[in-house]
């Protein structure tokens, strides 16, 4: 962490982005590039975070500000790297991996996954390979095709905030759902903790354990208010 260096805190207009000015001055990323943000929402949201800063600066305190940093110096720069990374997930994602048993799993599974895969079956008009337990079952070769491509359309700002939110729930499928509108961040969240919280009910919470989902669940918010706030106009 740094010492605060600035009183004030700005938004202005330059060009086709918004700019962060401290005292007057234009905030660049670690990269140093212009810090530019797409929209006025977005742009509004991460000057509070800056006029939010104590006496010191602390960035973990900024999500929003270190998601537009990467998609500004990490995303824009290298996009294949991210969008094959990202993809990978098509290969490999939760929702295809099924538990056996108990039935009350199998049917709870299946109630909260299923409608995300028939939506994007039709979405994408793809198919997938389910399997029971954890051994990887290859998903075909179109699947895997469109669901990057589906990936590529995304711009920097959009692919910053899944490249945070897909690893942390591990669906490429259930957060193209959540980018597309057809369920919600929350209920995304929820699904991909399913077996987490199935767990817990079976054997009791360990505090660590939980702990550690809160902050996976706040980093998840985070990223979703990014992206929602960079879709946001005036």
Known sequence: MTKRFYKDVAVEVRGVGRAILLDGRPVNT???K???LPTDALAEAVAEEWRAQAEMIDPAAMPLTGLANAAIDRIGPGRADFERELSGYGDTDLLYYRAADPEELVQHQAARWDPVLAWARQRFDIDFHLASGVMHQPQPPQTLERLAAALAARDDWALASLARTIPISGSLVLMLAVDEGAITPDEAWQASVLDELWQ??????????????????????SAWRFRELALTQG
């Not at 817990?200 to 998840?220: I, K, S, T």
């Open 200 to 221: 817990e009910q079976l054997w009791g919470a360990d505090a660590l354990a939980v702990q550690a989902r809160e902050a996976r669940g706040a980093d998840f918010a």
């Open 30 to 32: 670690p990269a140093r």
């Open 34 to 36: 212009a810090l530019l």
